[in-house]
């Protein structure tokens, strides 16, 4: 199966708990809370922690209930099988306890390091966090020389705010899937995972709910299919 859909996750995740359909593998970077950017002591965009706004960068659509949606993963997930969530140093503590009361065990937390900073009075952030964990017992990933830390570049001219490289994805997809594999995006933004999927011979599945980024992901998979 490869399926994107313009929808809310809640509901497709629903509908595949419904018909007991379930993936082999879960990666995604779901809307968290972020703090918004202002001015400080002229600083030009310094975060004031202060200062939360809805969902990842304040998106429409981004307003979810992460114990639910977690969840929701856990029942479509297989037995044995991982998941990758990311989240950022504001959510990572919340994130890693809602991640285990879904049921998963964690292995650890690795680390995205990016070649580009978010400026910040307390060291600029150049990293993100991504939740490596399980369903049932623990299964080896595939390449096990990999390190915890993924030094991969951040993606160029953005079409997505929030946007992730295919290069991270893939790792993540290569690591814990094998090919024909299903892989599951619940926020998948404007389809990097879908690209990694195609790029690795894996199968996917990506939920969008806005209808910008959705488009952004139909085009760019329609596009690898013309190639």
């Not at 929701?72 to 503590?93: A, E, G, P, Q, R």
């Not at 295919?166 to 404007?190: A, C, I």
């Not at 995972?193 to 998979?221: H, M």
Request: proline share 3%; with cysteine; charged share 30%.
């Amino acid at each position: 199966m490869n399926k994107i859909f313009n929808e809310d996750a809640i509901n497709i995740l629903d509908r595949m708990i419904a018909k007991e359909y379930k993936v082999d593998l879960i990666v995604t970077d779901p809307p968290y809370k972020t703090t918004k950017r202002g001015n400080s002591g002229g600083t030009g965009g310094m975060l004031k922690d202060e200062k939360f706004i809805k969902g990842n960068g304040g998106f429409k659509n981004n307003d979810v209930n992460q114990k639910e949606w977690l969840s929701k993963c856990f029942k479509v997930l297989k037995d044995d099988k991982h998941i990758y969530v990311m989240t950022n140093n504001k959510n990572l503590s919340q994130t890693l306890i809602d991640v285990s009361e879904a049921g998963f065990k964690i292995f650890k937390t690795l680390v995205w390091a990016k070649d580009n900073c978010i400026t910040n009075m307390w060291y600029m952030d150049s990293h993100e966090y991504i939740i490596f964990a399980r369903k049932g017992k623990a299964k080896k990933i595939n390449n096990c020389g990999d390190r915890s830390v993924f030094n991969v570049p951040n993606v160029k001219g953005k079409s997505h705010p929030s946007e992730k490289p295919v290069e991270l994805f893939e790792k993540l997809v290569l690591n814990s899937s094998e090919e024909n594999d299903v892989v599951l995006d619940p926020f998948m933004g404007v389809g990097t995972l879908t690209i990694a999927c195609q790029n690795s011979n894996r199968k996917y599945i990506g939920i969008e709910l806005d209808e910008k980024y959705f488009e952004i992901a139909e085009n760019r998979i329609n596009n690898l299919r013309d190639d």
